[in-house]
């Protein structure tokens, strides 16, 4: 009766959504823009990234479309298997696919490929899961932001805790957001596929066709140590959704349409990667840190490197080792170096 019941709103969640025309993506391009990303040579820039290693994710079965990936970050010290010399990496299934985690292991300093930890099943569903982004020892951010053609006037945030699974339980803990976004246009519809953390605060950008518009999101009070509930074992998210709203932080031109599909912050190195389908954008954060918002006037372009064309990246993170790992869709991932140009 309880699957008959979960099938039963599913199917009217998704009629709900489906009978409301597609409006796209109806952001308003302002008449000036926060940050332009400029026309360089690549002797031009302040950073250059040079490809060190590449190749395929292992194959796994149900993993056939990946738009996020994050380091779950110090994750080692729960896992006793895990070596000081390995990142944890989440990965997960894009729209209708299977509600699942999957966790490799990737080796830094080397270009050796990764290995799989393990997977994770999930009791929460997947209208268009997006990005990733790390929020600390075990805990992450997966966002439900797409749109699948569809006007969501509403997104789902779910804050995912694994280190109930590394203690022997066979579910993460897991608390449900909705995000409330500001109207941008006369239908204030939006998409959004790149998430990041920066200090403590969420943001995200929204995709568009050479137009993208920063939000910062303030997260629950009650978000930053949620655990499992023993009293609701059946039920381990938050029975109440809460609503936040996010706020619209200002506008980034980018060049030839590009469309931003993936994002992540290097707290250490002060730089936040922002990936396209074609390209990886480097901006160099001159915000302080004692500054508890990033001001998008101090976000400064200060690098690139351009993918192969033929293929369709959606998934960037930062290593402990400070390179750059972007991740196709399909599988394929390339690890990137940065240093200063010259």
């Given at each position: 009766m309880d699957l008959m019941k979960r099938e039963f709103f599913k199917?009217?969640?998704?009629?709900?959504?489906?009978?409301v025309p597609f409006s796209g993506c109806s952001s308003e391009k302002p008449s000036q823009y926060?940050?332009?990303?400029?026309?360089?040579e690549e002797d031009q820039w302040e950073l250059?990234?040079?490809?060190v290693g590449q190749g395929e994710f292992p194959a796994i079965r149900g993993l056939d479309e990946n738009s996020g990936v994050a380091r779950v970050s110090h994750l080692n010290r729960i896992s006793k298997e895990v070596g000081t010399d390995e990142d944890i990496l989440v990965c997960h299934n894009d729209s209708f696919r299977l509600n699942s985690l999957y966790l490799f292991r990737m080796p830094l300093g080397g270009v050796d490929p990764p290995t799989v930890e393990k997977k994770v099943c999930l009791s929460i569903f997947n209208f268009d899961w997006e990005d990733v982004a790390s929020l600390g020892t075990g805990r992450f951010l997966l966002a439900d932001t797409g749109d699948n053609l569809c006007f969501r006037r509403l997104k789902t945030l779910y804050l995912i805790d694994l280190r109930p699974v590394y203690s022997g339980r066979r579910t993460p803990a897991v608390m449900l957001l909705t995000v409330a976004h500001p109207h941008l246009g006369v239908k204030g519809a939006f998409d959004c596929e790149a998430f990041f953390v920066c200090r403590g605060v969420v943001y995200y950008l929204t995709k568009d066709y050479g137009c993208s518009?920063?939000?910062s999101i303030s997260l629950p009070d009650e978000a930053g140590e949620f655990a499992f509930?023993?009293?609701?074992k059946n039920k381990n998210w938050s029975t109440v959704p809460k609503t936040i709203y996010a706020k619209n932080c200002g506008s980034i031109s980018l060049p030839d349409k590009m469309r931003i599909t993936g994002a992540d912050y290097c707290e250490s190195q002060k730089l936040l990667a922002v990936q396209t389908y074609t390209k990886v954008l480097l901006y160099r954060d001159l915000?302080?840190?004692s500054s508890p918002r990033l001001d998008i006037l101090k976000l400064k372009p200060a690098g690139e490197y351009r993918l192969p064309f033929q293929r369709k990246f959606e998934a960037v993170s930062f290593l402990s080792d400070g390179r750059v790992l972007v991740l196709g869709e399909l599988g394929d991932y390339f690890l990137l170096s940065v240093s200063n140009n010259g």
């Open positions: 199917i009217s969640f998704l009629l709900l959504i489906f009978t926060d940050i332009v990303w400029p026309q360089l250059k990234m040079e490809l518009f920063l939000h509930n023993e009293e609701k915000n302080d840190e």
